[in-house]
């Protein structure tokens, strides 16, 4: 199986179309340039909200949002993500709601899963995000797993799993993609370069040509596509994923971007890289890029921007207030989904713990 280390492009850096435009409804167009939009102004958002904090961790996506939102287009609604950190973008758009999102950030009696998992660890089963582990790379595994539960039950079912840079560096990137080309199962594991793990720059991350290539260690097929263009991204992605649907195995993406912020809301990416090299990138803005070609094309106005920027920071304020007007979680929600019937000991915790909940003393509990 051939790997592609050719970089995919469809719009050039100005904006300009330099290949066929993939066949996307108009009002799709729009529609995912709104989400970019949106995105963007989440991650500012978002990233005040903990300065003040009022939420307690948060990874920005800034500056891959076409990686992000073109990947999640490709897929169909029955498809499953296997995510990371930087794809909250995916289920959103998937149809999670920005409260749900929040909510999650919180750790609230919203949050979809009940204050169980570190702020940004998102994942919802009703778009079929499958919850993912700090653990870089482990989501690969999972992504290879259930894409062989479909081959073997027969469904029409893509599993995606995205992974960043740092994480082709794990066994479990090895582990993964051996096995799913061995057992050409319906996966496409998407990388989403964006050139750092943390403080670790590509060049300390491999030595290979491109991260795409590593897809011929496996005889898998390798494809590399700029990741800050939204159509080339989409046509990458949707041909991957119809390829692996029809049976014709996995594929390896590896979507070049840049991570315009810090790692996360810990991190402080001044103190290890060039600001020459991020200006370089900010040349190379994903979300002004599409926004100039939809321009050229009559698709977008001045006020079109203006009104999606409107509502869209009127909808995350609004989410906002109501998510934080949410209690935390009830306590019975901590010995909730474990067993299918409580074992006596378990219900004798959580009458305790409910007790203490409410202030009562309870003569006995816990000894310790
Ligand atoms: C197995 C493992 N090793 C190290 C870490 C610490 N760690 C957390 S995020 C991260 C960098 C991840 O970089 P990358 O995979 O490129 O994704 P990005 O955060 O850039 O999207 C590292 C090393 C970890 N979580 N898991």
Same mark, same amino acid.
């Given at each position: 199986?051939?790997?592609?280390?050719?970089?995919?492009?469809?719009?050039?850096?100005?904006?300009?179309?330099?290949?066929?435009?993939?066949?996307?409804?108009?009002?799709?167009?729009?529609?995912?340039?709104?989400?970019?939009?949106?995105?963007?102004?989440?991650?500012?958002?978002?990233?005040?909200?903990?300065?003040?904090? %009022?939420?307690?961790?948060?990874?920005?996506?800034?500056?891959?949002?076409?990686?992000?939102?073109?990947?999640?287009?490709?897929?169909?609604?029955?498809?499953?993500?296997?995510?990371?950190?930087?794809?909250?973008?995916?289920?959103?758009? %998937?149809?999670?709601?920005?409260?749900?999102?929040?909510?999650?950030?919180?750790?609230?009696?919203?949050?979809?899963?009940?204050?169980?998992?570190?702020?940004?660890?998102?994942?919802?089963?009703?778009?079929?995000?499958?919850?993912?582990?700090?653990?870089?790379?482990?989501?690969?595994?999972?992504?290879?797993?259930?894409?062989?539960?479909?081959?073997?039950?027969?469904?029409?079912?893509?599993?995606?799993?995205?992974?960043?840079?740092?994480?082709?560096?794990?066994?479990?990137?090895?582990?993964?993609?051996?096995?799913?080309?061995?057992?050409?199962?319906?996966?496409?594991?998407?990388?989403?370069?964006?050139?750092?793990?943390?403080?670790?720059?590509?060049?300390?991350?491999?030595?290979?040509?491109?991260?795409?290539?590593?897809?011929?260690?496996?005889?898998?097929?390798?494809?590399?596509?700029?990741?800050?263009?939204?159509?080339?991204?989409?046509?990458?992605?949707?041909?991957?994923?119809?390829?692996?649907?029809?049976?014709?195995?996995?594929?390896?993406?590896?979507?070049?971007?840049?991570?315009?912020?810090?790692?996360?809301?810990?991190?402080?990416?001044?103190?290890?890289?060039?600001?020459?090299?991020?200006?370089?990138?900010?040349?190379?803005?994903?979300?002004?890029?599409?926004?100039?070609?939809?321009?050229?094309?009559?698709?977008?106005?001045?006020?079109?921007?203006?009104?999606?920027?409107?509502?869209?920071?009127?909808?995350?304020?609004?989410?906002?207030?109501?998510?934080?007007?949410?209690?935390?979680?009830?306590?019975?929600?901590?010995?909730?989904?474990?067993?299918?019937?409580?074992?006596?000991?378990?219900?004798?915790?959580?009458?305790?713990?409910?007790?203490?909940?409410?202030?009562?003393?309870?003569?006995?509990?816990?000894?310790?």
């Amino acid at each position: 199986m051939s790997v592609d280390e050719t970089l995919h492009q469809v719009l050039d850096v100005s904006g300009r179309a330099i290949a066929p435009v993939p066949d996307v409804p108009k009002e799709d167009l729009r529609r995912l340039h709104r989400h970019m939009v949106s995105m963007r102004l989440l991650d500012q958002r978002m990233l005040s909200l903990q300065r003040q904090g %009022r939420i307690g961790f948060y990874g920005m996506a800034t500056g891959q949002e076409a990686t992000v939102t073109g990947s999640a287009y490709a897929l169909r609604a029955t498809d499953w993500v296997f995510h990371a950190l930087r794809e909250t973008g995916v289920c959103l758009w %998937r149809g999670t709601t920005l409260e749900e999102f929040i909510c999650q950030l919180i750790g609230n009696a919203g949050d979809v899963l009940i204050g169980r998992q570190m702020p940004m660890h998102f994942s919802d089963r009703r778009v079929n995000s499958v919850a993912w582990s700090s653990v870089i790379g482990t989501q690969l595994v999972h992504a290879m797993g259930a894409a062989y539960a479909a081959k073997l039950q027969q469904h029409d079912t893509v599993c995606m799993g995205y992974i960043g840079d740092g994480g082709t560096s794990s066994p479990d990137f090895h582990a993964a993609l051996n096995f799913a080309q061995v057992w050409q199962v319906p996966a496409v594991f998407f990388c989403q370069n964006n050139q750092w793990a943390i403080s670790v720059p590509l060049s300390a991350q491999t030595a290979s040509s491109s991260i795409a290539i590593k897809a011929a260690a496996y005889g898998m097929r390798g494809v590399r596509v700029d990741g800050n263009d939204l159509l080339a991204v989409i046509q990458v992605t949707r041909e991957a994923v119809e390829r692996a649907r029809a049976g014709g195995g996995p594929t390896f993406i590896e979507s070049l971007t840049y991570r315009m912020g810090g790692h996360s809301s810990s991190d402080d990416p001044t103190r290890y890289r060039d600001a020459a090299q991020v200006q370089y990138w900010e040349e190379r803005d994903p979300v002004r890029r599409f926004e100039t070609w939809l321009r050229s094309e009559g698709l977008l106005t001045d006020a079109d921007l203006e009104q999606w920027t409107a509502e869209v920071q009127d909808e995350i304020s609004r989410a906002i207030t109501s998510a934080e007007s949410l209690p935390a979680p009830p306590i019975e929600s901590m010995f909730s989904d474990v067993y299918a019937q409580m074992p006596a000991a378990l219900a004798d915790q959580m009458k305790y713990a409910l007790a203490l909940g409410k202030g009562t003393h309870v003569e006995g509990a816990f000894p310790l």
